[in-house]
């Protein structure tokens, strides 16, 4: 079965520093990668998402992620943060075979002005 | 509005009586996923259908938990007798093949 792990409970960055959620996956097969943003009493919101093609994938407000096949991770990365991207950060996987989409239990991220 | 909505957004209820929950898809996708989150956690997959059909269940979803989408298109998810443990957030959410899943606004349960 498939599993994600966000090794980082929280991350603090300052505004105008790049920031970097962690998440490595484990998956049979190749795997389809995502990230979801999730704001206080809101539903997941996509960010972006990865199935093939190239290795960093652009997505919304200006969030990317680097999909490392040998290190089984797929970070999210910003190259300059906002408060306002403060947030509960999941990512997700599944295989591209199979509809259970696993999510981790989240990062925290908080920005600081 | 042509995004996932769930109703109702919150209920509060005595232990041991029976919730239902609806989630309307965005109505071009077939598949409709249920999730569970708790505080501090990430979503659990429920459960998961293909039209109309339910096609996986988790071991999260005991014999008290049904899931229904009658004509493939809305969904509602039915817990009999529910328990303090039941209490937390149930997400909806719709894809089409091969894409990423949009999710509802959640309804909390909150189980007294």
């Known amino acids: 079965a498939q599993s994600v792990a966000q090794p980082e409970d929280q991350v603090n960055v300052a505004e105008g520093n790049p920031l970097t959620v962690k998440c490595t996956y484990s998956?049979?097969?190749?795997?389809?990668l995502f990230w979801y943003v999730q704001y206080p009493n809101r539903g997941l919101q996509f960010l972006l998402k990865?199935?093939?093609?190239?290795?960093l994938v652009k997505g919304s407000y200006g969030f990317e992620a680097e999909f490392n096949k040998s290190q089984t991770s797929f970070h999210l990365k910003k190259p300059s943060a906002l408060v306002s991207d403060s947030a509960l950060y999941f990512c997700?996987?599944?295989?591209?075979?199979?509809?259970?989409?696993?999510f981790g239990a989240g990062t925290r991220l908080t920005v600081k002005p | 509005d042509t995004g996932v909505s769930q109703n109702p957004r919150h209920k509060i209820t005595k232990r041991g009586q029976n919730v239902t929950f609806r989630c309307d898809p965005i109505?071009?996708?077939?598949?409709l996923y249920w999730y569970r989150q708790t505080l501090g956690q990430g979503p659990e997959f429920l459960t998961y259908?293909?039209?109309?059909?339910?096609?996986?269940k988790s071991r999260l979803l005991s014999d008290r938990f049904s899931a229904e989408r009658p004509k493939g298109s809305f969904s509602t998810l039915e817990i009999q007798r529910t328990e303090q443990g039941d209490s937390a957030m149930y997400l909806c959410?719709?894809?089409?093949?091969?894409?990423?899943?949009?999710f509802g606004q959640g309804t909390r349960l909150t189980v007294v």
């Open positions: 997700a996987v599944r295989a591209y075979n199979n509809n259970d989409m696993r």
């Open positions: 109505s071009e996708h077939n598949r």
């Open positions: 959410a719709s894809t089409l093949e091969g894409t990423e899943a949009f």
């Open positions: 259908f293909q039209n109309e059909a339910q096609l996986e």
């Open positions: 998956v049979s097969g190749n795997p389809y």
């Open positions: 990865y199935i093939t093609g190239d290795n």
